[in-house]
């Protein structure tokens, strides 16, 4: 049996609704829905597709509880919820590694956890 695909929605609708909680937001990831108010580019995508394979990694209850303690990790240390979360660090890795044209786009390792 094969894997479903990623789902990928652009929903411009949701920018403004979007924004009242995080202000600069693009796109979010729920298991192999990724969401966004526009197109997203290469870069971009792989970013989210990064979060897909840690969502497959952890599993449906515990990527959200490990995501959310990264993010606390991350505040506790004195860092950024979101951009200093090693969820979202590894998710701009592969998002750069396409900015650079490499292939470490896909990352077949687990995320952090």
Not at 66 to 92: F, I, Q, T, V
Not at 100 to 108: F, Q, R
Request: overall charge positive; some cysteine.
């Amino acid at each position: 049996m094969s894997r479903p695909r990623v789902r990928l929605l652009v929903r411009p609708s949701l920018r403004g609704a979007g924004g009242v909680l995080l202000p600069n937001w693009l796109a979010i990831t729920v298991g192999r829905t990724v969401v966004s108010w526009r197109p997203l580019d290469d870069a971009e995508r792989a970013h989210e597709l990064c979060h897909v394979r840690q969502w497959e990694a952890a599993g449906r209850i515990r990527y959200p509880v490990r995501y959310a303690a990264a993010s606390l990790r991350a505040w506790r240390g004195g860092g950024h919820w979101y951009r200093d979360n090693a969820y979202e660090m590894e998710a701009r890795v592969a998002a750069d590694a396409v900015r650079a044209g490499s292939a470490l786009a896909s990352p077949a390792r687990p995320g952090p956890g």
